[in-house]
């Protein structure tokens, strides 16, 4: 599967974590969230980079910076 | 025999904590539509038969992990002071989410009650928890709560005692894969060694926290005889690996759980997404966010006015009628002109700062104000400050106290000082009272707008400020964006009224303490030494006012501006009741507002350069004490006084240079 960092994802797109390149602290603190390698999420808006996303029916919204850290295997589904 | 409980609430941000904490408690805490509202546990009592529980609400958590400052005031507080019962209060609408942190509660070996609350919203979007299946597999008991309306709070309570009699212990919570199994018996063993540590804290716990790199842990052992063995057992993994497998298993655990206990937790785009993309859409967040704000403005002052006109004659009524007939005189003055000036002038304003504070509620409440901070967080990464830092801000303009102590859910301590020295900017609820003053008797026509101007004024200078601190003396970057949005709430008016309450109810008790307090001394020093004309050059507050005057002479302020600007340092509010005693509004029953109008050394230009002055220099004593307080650090505390004198003097001088230049006049 090919991976791409987060931020690249256009909104209305699912896709699957499949690393995340944080430092310690902020790892713990995505996985606590459901931000998880193998876990799934879905792009609800993207604007130049920043995006918000649906994770377990919670929503968060990342900076840029952030979603570049997350790197995500499309699954091809786009959710209505 | 009376029996003491004593019970945790934890849980995620923003599941509705304090909520179910005032119900029980009967206290009114405040309650937010934002992550991070509770920052500092706090208690209460209730009782039920022999039963005399405390109940402790603690910060919100995503984990147990401590990574910023509120995480840690959860975590400590369960591992160190062991509460007979932890209540893990879930959102039922966002079940999955929060079994994350059921994993780590279970982990530290504490008896649990889960609390499913927003179990009303949870079912009418079609979720159902089937408790029967909470219990058989997770072993622990779920009673479905709606905090908001005190539902299920009784068998909750019911259900923590039975809890904390049987006191059960969920061991073993989470098997993990076979290799870290080994790992965390080989842990436990050395730690068990130490019988000292493991009477403190669980030994699988604090061997899954070590294995997982965890610092805090680490610090746990350091003193540990058992330190040497167990750090030898680390040294022989590579922790991060450790952490994401134990992580992973974690998930796997909840997912296969999940469809057992809730066959309808699904996932689908729904209508807060579809409001999301048109907020948060790039060219319509910025201006959607301005319109709203100068929209709650421009209402406050509409829906004020006549509150606040009956307000101000029935003061100007009771001034002449203390002023005219009271024996002995300085009896009349002191009531007249003492009390109810001072007061008087400050009373007048309550009705703009309650309904400002019911707005700003109401865009809370519905959710909103979590979107603003996503909104602002390019523009704010741009100058050098983190999105976070965007709430503490709009908080300030409620109260700076409160704001500054919101700051701790910022976990860069550079980004975090920063964020503490500039939010004495934002413009409070203190300094509305002067500008509702000025800016209704010199710009009546244009007062909602010149508010306005205020408010982006501080903004600006707080931005300014926060850009050139990154650019001298805290050098970096700001940490990347990352936060809960709440759902969406149709905000209802009991809950936005009980905020706007325990927001502006503060106001009137300053009233009632150190603004009259302030009133009376400024009172004090105008009508002594006796004989002299009350208010006038000859009096104490005069004499003050003359040394000052050089200093605040080419700003065009007088004398009695400057007594007003020293006193304002008690509290903002008490520049307006020190104008209102100094200018004697109480003697022929006129207001303030036709006597600032009637003093020649005072005209729009003027009043703006001091609407400014207020709104930037010293935080008030309330505000320097929790600067004190939350920096740790006298230095900080010191800088920021002498920057916000220094900021506003320089500001006030050039409103007054420009505007004489643009308008020919004062």
Redesign the interface.
Known sequence: METIPLSFLE??TEATVAGIRAA???????????I????RL?V??A??G?L?V?????????????AM?ILVGRTGVK?? | MKKKIRIALAGNPNVGKSTIFNALTGSRQQVGNWPGVTVEKKSGYTRTGVYEIEIIDLPGT??L?A??ADEVVARDYIIDEKPDVVVHVVDA?????NL??TTQLMELEVPLVIALNMSDMAEKNGTAINRMMMKKFFGIPAIRTVGSRSEGLEELLRTVINESEASPHHEQAIAYDDATERRIAELVAVLKTDPALIARYPPRWLAIRLL??DENAEEKIALSPARKAALTVLAKIDT?ET??AM??RR?EVISALLPRVCTT?V???NS??LI??VI???YL?IPIFLALMWGAFELTFAAAAPFSAAIEAAMSYGAGLAGSGMEPAWLGSLLGDGIIGGMGAILVFIPNIFILLFLLSVLEDSGYL??A??VM??LM?AIGLP?KSFIPMLIGFGCNVPAIMATRTI?DPKDRLITILINPFMSCGARLPVYVLLAGAFFPAHAGTVVFLLYVLGIAVAIGSAWLFRKTILPGKP???????P?YRLPTLATSVVHMWDRGSMYIRKAGGVILFGALIVWGLASLPFGVEYGSAGSFAGMIGHVLEPLAAPLGFDWKIAVALLFGFVAKEVVVGSLGVLYGTGEDGGTLSSALLADPHLGPVTAFALMAFVLLYLPCLAALAVIRKETGSWKWTGFSVIYGLTVAYIVAFVITRLGYYLLGGI
Do not use: W
């Open positions: 909104p209305g310690d602290g902020m790892l713990k603190r995505l996985v606590a969230m459901g998880h390698p193998s876990g879905t609800v808006c604007d130049r920043s918000i649906s994770v377990a029916g919670s929503r968060y919204a990342l900076s840029k910076g952030m850290k959710v209505q | 995503y984990s992990t990574y910023s609408t966002n079940f999955e989410r994350y942190l997982e790199g991060a952490e994401a992580a992973d998930y937790c996932r689908t785009m807060s997404d999301d993309r948060t859409n790039r967040g979590a979107r901070a996503f967080d390019r990464y999105g976990e940490a990347p964006f990352l936060m809960e949005m759902p």
